[in-house]
């Protein structure tokens, strides 16, 4: 069974303040997805990274992979009361029965005060 | 491209009946689709993995026979709850992984239902 540890847990801060969420596994990942999800409702891909060692920016917002493919963070720059919202880190599993499966940390609710 | 709709996104309903969840791909073909269980401020939890033609696979801890997860074709999954309790009350979130997602492996999210059981 894979694990992917999520941190922190809760995130509250001020506009304009930069954030690193962390996932963490002693397992290997084909792929680690990170989602934004707002109450009720679907989380919504933010991005999907694939390659040991990759950086993905989008706007405020940097992924990293780890160079083992076992870890990710999320760094977000200036942060926006829009930023607000339960981000999620899964990690695709590398093949046999689990194939196409997701282990999701638990989340970290940010919350932007402005 | 890669939207899912979930339909109902709201559903009250009395204990005992059941009830059924629609989970579409709209624009993609879906050889896969997942089942989702949410509590909240908590992350999701894996209920069942569906498979176009073939039976699901559950979770541990998921009764088949409670959660009846049908795939009938490529753009569609059906979550029912049979004989629904209060405790079944949640938040409940299909995805689908395209035909096409190779090592990528996503997976997009449907809109989620809302079901209470009262």
């Known amino acids: 069974t894979q694990l992917l540890e999520q941190s922190p847990q809760f995130l509250s801060i001020q506009e304009g303040e930069n954030l690193t969420v962390y996932c963490n596994s002693s397992s290997v990942f084909s792929s680690l997805q990170w989602y934004r999800q707002e109450p009720g409702e679907g989380p919504v891909l933010l991005v999907t990274?694939?390659?040991?060692?990759e950086v993905k920016k989008l706007k405020r917002l940097t992924f990293q992979f780890g160079d083992a493919r076992k870890d990710s963070s999320l760094h977000i720059t200036a942060a926006q009361p829009g930023d607000t919202g339960l981000y999620l880190c899964a990690g695709a599993d590398a093949g046999g029965t689990s194939y196409g499966k997701l282990t999701f940390g638990q989340g970290t609710i940010l919350t932007v005060h402005p | 491209g890669a939207v899912v709709s979930q339909h109902p996104s709201r559903v009250i309903c009395k204990s005992g009946t059941s009830v059924k969840i629609e989970c579409r791909s709209l624009?993609?073909?879906?050889?896969?689709m997942f089942w989702y269980r949410q509590f909240p401020k908590k992350s999701l939890m894996l209920m069942a993995t569906?498979?176009?033609?073939?039976?699901?696979?559950?979770e541990q801890g998921v009764e088949k026979d409670k959660f009846l997860i049908n795939h009938a074709s490529l753009t569609l999954s059906t979550l029912t709850v049979t004989s629904a309790h209060p405790e079944d009350s949640s938040f409940y979130i299909c995805?689908?992984?395209?035909?096409?997602?190779?090592?990528?492996?996503?997976?997009?999210f449907g809109p989620g239902t809302r079901l209470t059981v009262l």
């Open positions: 995805s689908a992984r395209p035909r096409t997602s190779g090592d990528y492996n996503e997976q997009f």
């Open positions: 624009d993609f073909q879906a050889t896969t």
């Open positions: 569906s498979n176009e033609g073939s039976k699901a696979t559950y």
């Open positions: 990274v694939v390659t040991g060692g």
